[in-house]
Each structure stands twice: as C-alpha cells, then as structure tokens.
C-alpha cells in the first residue's frame, strides 16, 4: 500500500503512519507508550495490520521534505501538547501539508503525561503565554499581562478553532503510558480500512437522519 496505488483485489496489510510531533519529549513518551523504539520505524501489528510508525520532532525543525513524507503516508497523527502562538504556528504550517492530501486519514492527538491538568497558550491580544487549567475553560480569564478578558477555551476547541477542523480530523486526548496512546493508532488504522472498502463497492444514495427530513 505504500506505493499509494489504490487498493484492488487483496486487502493492503501493511500501512505507513508517520507521527509529527510539536514538543520537545511527548514523541519519545508516546512511543514508548506504544512500546516503539522513538528514533527507529517501528512497527505495530493491529488485526491484520502491520503499521509502520515513525516520529517526526517539528518543535524546532523547520518541516523540510515533510510533504514528501505526507505523499507516501497512508495515514498521520498530529502529536501536540502546547498550543501558544509559536507551537500554534509550526503546527498550522504541518497542518496545511496534511489537509493538501484530503483522503489521507489523520488524527490530531493532544497529548498529555498521567495527571496533567492545564495546557499553554498565547494571548489573542498581546501573546503573553498563558498557563489554563482544564478546569477553567469556559469561564472567563484576564491576561495579566494586557489585562484583555476572554473566554477561555478547552484544548480541543482551541485547535478545532485555530485550524478550522472538520469531521474528518478527529481530536483525540491520549495520556503518557495508558492504552488510549494505541487506541489512537487503531481508529486510524479502522478508518484506512474503511476507506479501501469504500473505494472498491458501489455508489450508494446518502442518508438523511429521520430528524433532519422535513
Ligand atoms: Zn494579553
């Protein structure tokens, strides 16, 4: 499969995912989570799957010959943790590589070591960095640096905001050492599945759900 020919006949036993990662440590983490070596291709077995898995570090590499990679993936996994302004922009700029590739699945994992409860990121007015517990989000915060007020988000919403995100590009939380680091990898791997069956059947007339017919 990864010569990106589209599946016929046999199914593909095999896929390539790479894993870019935007903070310094959570790559190495989540690989040993996945009890992958981090500075080698590694590979899983997930049902009849063999996923060849490799970990990218953009935090403070520029992201060159990442489209390239991107071309030959069958799947990605974003892996974040900070989402101030400077993280912010070097994950837009990977981002913008992954949704040039529209059928490529792909996952945004925002990840976080046990017991972590607050995440950074950058005020919209000045860009003073800003720690926010996950206990505050929706309330209302004051940057004490500007003095500015605003709603303060979830994680999730941030990014789903920030990059515009769609259906298609699920949010995931997946934690240091626990079994939603791999749960992670197969709801991508079901989804490259999924997509090599919808290739290979007939066309089929959307569904309306019953509450949406008039
Ligand atoms: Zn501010």
Not at 52 to 65: C, H, Q, V
Request: include cysteine.
């Amino acid at each position: 499969m990864n010569d990106k020919a589209p599946a016929a006949g046999n199914s593909a036993e095999r896929a390539y995912v790479p894993v870019l990662s935007f903070a310094e440590g959570i790559g190495t983490s989540y690989f040993k989570s996945l009890d992958l070596d981090p500075n080698t291709v590694g590979s899983l077995e997930l049902g009849s799957m063999q996923v060849d898995m490799e970990l990218f570090r953009l935090y403070d590499n520029s992201p060159d010959g990442l489209d390239a990679v991107i071309r030959k993936a069958d799947a990605a996994l974003m892996l974040v943790k900070f989402l101030d302004r400077v993280c912010m922009d070097k994950i837009k700029e990977a981002y913008r590589m992954l949704i040039d590739e529209p059928f490529l699945p792909k996952s945004i994992l925002i990840f976080r070591e046990p017991k972590e409860s607050e995440f950074k990121i950058s005020c919209a007015y000045c860009g003073q960095k800003l720690w926010v517990r996950d206990r505050d989000a929706g309330k209302r915060g004051n940057c004490p640096q500007c003095r500015k007020t605003f709603f303060l988000p979830t994680q999730k919403s941030y990014l789903t905001s920030f990059l515009m995100l769609t259906e298609a590009v699920p949010v995931l939380s997946v934690t240091g050492g626990d079994v939603s680091c791999k749960n992670a990898v197969s709801s991508l791997i079901e989804r490259i599945v999924s997509q090599e069956q919808g290739l290979k059947s007939t066309t089929m007339r959307v569904q309306i759900p019953p509450e949406d017919l008039e």
